[in-house]
């Protein structure tokens, strides 16, 4: 029976099999391979010795992990917060507008900073929250505020870096929730417009609680990534905030690129790895069991 059906979907299966190769080659052999690295002690002359967990045991030893854990978590923590119902709000706004011309040019304005990388949005935002001819500075002179270094005040810039991270995925985001909201049945907001709804009830009422699996899936794309923050944080970064602000991924960098400990840096990155696999499987399943409730 199980040769018979193999033959019935062999041109499925080989259909699938490029995509099956792709997964093992780039996706199965570096884990791995990376699990493998976690327990070695690379030697300068190439190789390593095997050293079982004690890779393992000086990361979790290390104050500087945990110091670069908890600042992952709430910058994370806030990124997914305003990178999760920022864009909502943005999303209906849009759909609200009775303009269609300037709807359109809205979307492509808040969607192009989602283009740019970091090092082009890092550029332009040390340039606008510079002390020295900064935008935001210039603008507090006229006010009478005294000259404020944001990038390397430790007091802001946390702050900074989930205001800027939320900026420039929120084009991106908002795309998913006015694609979601263009297609909802029109008829029911018909039929509320019949039972005298207001706009505003339009939206509490129907607009949002029709959005939850959307907004469902939007929270688990970001928790996926939550852990591996990086980009925004080494291009921002400077000697003055950088305790504050290392995040998980920027310590692997820097035990693995700058001081060649190869192992204690795979085994942090494969840890994280696991927690984040760990944390997005609890998410669905706590998602579904609300789904089940509901229904």
Known sequence: MG???????????LMALPALVYFLVFSIYPVIQGLYMSTQKP??????????????????????????????????????????SVPLFVAIALHELPFAPLRKLTQT???????????????????????????????????????????ADTTWIKLVLVLLSTWKGMGY??????????SLDPQIYEAATVDGAS?????????????????????????????????QVFILRNAATART???????????GMREFRLGEATAASFMVTVVGLMTVGLLRRAMNIDETEAS
């Open 245 to 255: 602000i290392d995040v998980v991924m920027t310590y692997v960098y820097d035990r």
């Open 199 to 231: 706009r505003w009830q339009k939206i509490t009422k129907l607009t949002l609680p029709l959005l939850m699996p959307t907004v469902g899936v939007v929270f688990i794309l970001s928790a996926v990534g939550a852990l591996r923050i990086f980009d």
């Open 43 to 84: 030697l300068l002359l190439g190789g390593g010795v095997f050293v079982g967990l004690e890779n393992y045991r000086n990361v979790l030893q290390d104050s500087m992990f945990w110091q670069a854990l908890g600042n992952t978590l709430i910058l994370s923590g806030g990124m997914i917060a305003l990178g999760v």
């Open 109 to 151: 304005v808040i969607y192009t900073p989602h283009l740019f990388s970091w090092v082009v949005v890092g550029g332009i935002w040390i340039q606008v929250l510079s002390p020295d001819g900064g935008l935001f500075n210039e603008l507090g002179k006229l006010i009478g505020l005294s000259p404020v270094h944001y990038l």
């Open 173 to 182: 985001n908002a795309v998913i929730y006015y694609a979601a909201i263009s």
């Open 3 to 13: 040769r018979s059906k193999f033959r019935k979907y062999s041109q499925l299966y």
